[in-house]
């Protein structure tokens, strides 16, 4: 049994995700800027004032990362105390964090119901990239995927993603200094992917909430262009992508032949190839300047040879698009191996030849588990362990007497 990484700091810290640890109380993350103006009214706030009310607490928790309501000074501290009875500003706990040789950070963050999901912060040299999760394990069972191996839980919320957003902001201290301009601040946290765990267009509606708060400009305020939502192929959701959130599209492809596809990527036996790229086709937004981007994880044997290469080209032509190539991040009894550097050169060739970018995908925070997955399972192989141990010292009441 793997243990885990001993460099895994487990920590308990900010609000708890749990609706009851507020005492009913209910939690303006994720809450709409109209949602927050009537749950101001309900508690007497007079509706003339709401709008501009609501304007300043969004300022407060998403433009300067305030958890405290008696710190929003620009309020009255009687409304700031009518506030604090009746609203929390809560974000997904976190119970461990990791952080890389390279500078990447990963967490395993606790929402509500005890459950666990992970989130990425890759740092760059013009940019810092967080990717966050959209469910709580997954339905798609990609055979390369560590998250496959994990069963769908549940769909995150809007307050569950926001939050992972705000979680990356806290650690990486990002929030402006009081009297600062915000608009003048370092951006440590540039971009977003929604590449973690789950299928984001499985759960779309709570995926737009959060990202149109994340773009909101007296708030997070990220450009839409800097945002990439990553779809397995639910096509019937591609075009609301386009027309809901405005944000860039990202298709993992990973194979050029639907037999091939079925086994990486099951949803294909619903969505194969053709139907798949005839949605691309019709995308709202396609253009030179908004260009699809197809991923592809790197198999040796499996998906790397020149002719599927060659069918690749064949199959993506008259779609503005990029091809991002992913040396495959091998993990514990992952039943592929990564293609060779000189395999996955001679791949990027054909494709740059034919006149699509083919970056190839820097390996990142290898030394910290950071393919999607691989904390939360560690930490829960981990887990169980324990219990063995316990179970060895007391094998009747699995105690240990402390």
Known sequence: MTALNPDIKIISRNAHPDSSIGGGRTNLVGLTRSDISAALIAIGTPERQARMRAGQVWQWIYQKGVIDFSLMSNLGKD??????????????????????????????????????????YIPEKDRGTLCISSQVGCTLTCSFCHTGTQKLVRNLTAAEIVGQILVARDDLGEWPAPGRNPNIETRLLSNIVLMGMGEPLYNFANIRDAMQIAMDPEGISLSRRRITLSTSGVVPEIGRVGDEIGCMLAISLHATDDETRNRLVPINKRWNITTLLAALRAYPRLSNSERITFEYVMLRGINDSDEDAHRLVQLIKGIPAKINLIPFNEWPGAPYRRSSNNRIRAFGDIVNRAGYPSPVRTPRGEDIMAACGQLKSATERARKSRAEIAAEINPTTGATGH
């Open 79 to 120: 409304y700031r105390a009518l506030l604090a009875e009746h609203f929390t500003i809560e974000r997904p706990g976190i119970v461990a964090r990791q952080v890389s040789s390279d500078g990447t950070r990963k967490y395993l963050l606790k929402v509500a119901g005890g459950h666990e999901v992970e989130v990425v």
